[in-house]
């Protein structure tokens, strides 16, 4: 199993443009989420989905969007970047929605907006 | 609301020497308690889980925690340091209501002097 998988690794992005972090997992997990990682802040939750079609907002919501068509990707939605969303972005994906469950992450994409 | 605190932005120890990492957690549910590692340019991954078994938890890499609940404390421990122990350490815990969703910690910074 690949785990979960994000692209691109890196990205430099121009104010205003747009663009799409790509996550896909291969363990047929119902539960997945995207958090950013600043530092001094930890780990912040920005949307989740509990399966293909549900999606909800987390901590940090404003700025992007997502969807959830299949149960392997979970991709996130730039609409019109800023600066202050330059940051570590992690896709990670769980089990199930029970409280014990692990999450697995992804390797993470660094996201510059200049 | 579940929340989770971590004391110390950065821990410095000696190669050989007692790792102590800090985390303390607010909730009015037995909660479900974790702590993950991220190694630099890596994505979170999980050294251990306590979910209301024993309440000494050993996980991987030689590391270990001890639930208190009369502390609200989840404490990670590891009784000789080594140089690849430098990381970043992340305290999770869910717990209120229903939710399943974990509240992670700002994360603490292992720093392992030769």
């Known amino acids: 199993n690949a785990g979960v998988t994000q692209t691109p690794k890196f990205q430099v992005l121009k104010t205003g443009q747009s663009m799409t972090l790509q996550c896909a997992q291969d363990m047929n997990h119902e539960y997945m989420s995207w958090y950013r990682q600043d530092p001094g802040m930890g780990l912040r939750l920005i949307h989740y989905s509990v399966g293909a079609g549900i999606t909800d907002q987390g901590e940090v919501p404003n700025g992007y969007n997502v969807s959830r068509s299949t149960t392997e990707d979970f991709p996130l939605r730039l609409l019109s970047a800023a600066p202050s969303q330059t940051s570590v972005y992690f896709c990670a994906s769980s089990r199930g929605t029970s409280k014990g469950n692990e999450q697995f992450f992804g390797p993470g994409t660094r996201l510059t907006v200049l | 609301a579940q929340s989770v605190t971590q004391l110390g932005s950065h821990v410095s120890v000696s190669e050989g020497a007692l790792v102590l990492l800090r985390c303390n957690y607010s909730?009015?549910?037995?909660?479900?308690l974790f702590w993950y590692v991220q190694y630099p340019n890596q994505g979170l991954q999980l050294l251990l889980k306590y979910t209301s078994a024993a309440t000494l938890v050993k996980g991987i890499n030689g590391f270990e925690a001890e639930f208190k609940k009369s502390e609200t404390s989840f404490h990670l421990t590891k009784p000789s340091a080594h140089m690849s122990d430098a990381a970043e350490y992340f305290c999770a815990v869910s717990a209120s209501g229903g939710s399943y969703i974990p509240t992670f910690g700002r994360g603490t910074s292992l720093i392992v002097h030769p």
């Open positions: 909730s009015s549910v037995p909660p479900y």
